[in-house]
């Protein structure tokens, strides 16, 4: 089945500093990819649609200098959470869409990143 | 406000019994629906799902049932399993191209054996 692999799983970093969280499709074409944030308790959070060559959609509140998005090829979308907060801490998780499913259907899930900032 | 709704945190049943687990939603623009299962430290993987012309989806143990006029859903596992214990999302979708998922919060089902 598709396989989305997400990298790093857990990632400790300083105030001030910038995290990438890679996504990556192996086995299939993503054209699309979502990136989602989970508070404890709380639901996955939207936070942004990646689509393959173009600007990704950000969600309402959602800010779009700290939060840079980048999906330059079929199968990778990065996220990198710049100069990092406490509050920034949370568990982030991809997901690629197969271009070649039906929309809803297509989705599959990165294993998530565990993101600490100190 | 919350267009997908899991007013229960948590659930706790007995292993070989039935688990029902229950999504409200507010937008009636929402064209499929979905179910998620997500272990700790792991991303969602999908469960079953069931599309607006139907009311129930049987897939195994996991059954889905929608009530458009209510605008609610249920998904029940039976008989239930101890390694059914997860997080379970309820997710809906517009459709269209872009069939962005909205997430309810979650229900977390402890199966006790």
């Known amino acids: 089945g598709a396989v989305v692999s997400q990298h790093p799983s857990r990632v400790i970093c300083k105030s001030g500093t910038s995290v990438k969280i890679e996504c990556r499709s192996l086995?299939?074409?993503?054209?699309?990819m979502f990136w989602y944030r989970q508070f404890p308790k709380q639901s996955l959070m939207l936070m942004a649609t990646?689509?393959?060559?173009?600007?990704?959609?950000?969600e309402q509140g959602v800010e779009k200098d700290k939060f840079l998005i980048n999906h330059a090829s079929l199968t990778l979308s990065t996220l990198t959470v710049t100069s990092a907060h406490p509050e920034d801490s949370s568990f982030y998780i991809c997901?690629?869409?197969?271009?070649?499913?039906?929309?809803?259907?297509?989705?599959?899930f990165g294993s998530g990143t565990r993101l600490t900032v100190v | 406000d919350q267009q997908v709704k899991q007013n229960s945190p948590s659930l706790s049943v007995q292993e070989g019994r039935i688990s029902i687990l229950n999504c409200d939603y507010t937008n009636s623009m929402f064209d499929y629906f979905l179910w998620y299962k997500k272990y700790p430290a792991e991303g969602p993987t999908f469960l079953i799902s069931i599309s607006s012309i139907k009311d129930k989806n049987e897939d195994g143990r996991f059954t889905v049932f929608l009530n458009k006029s209510a605008k609610h859903l249920s998904l029940h596992i039976v008989p239930s399993q101890p390694g059914d214990s997860a997080v379970y999302f309820c997710a809906a979708s517009e459709g269209g191209s872009q069939g962005n998922l909205i997430f309810g919060k979650g229900t977390k089902l402890s199966v006790k054996p």
């Open positions: 086995d299939f074409q993503a054209t699309t």
């Open positions: 997901s690629a869409r197969d271009s070649g499913q039906e929309a809803v259907y297509g989705y599959t």
């Open positions: 990646s689509n393959e060559g173009s600007k990704a959609t950000y």
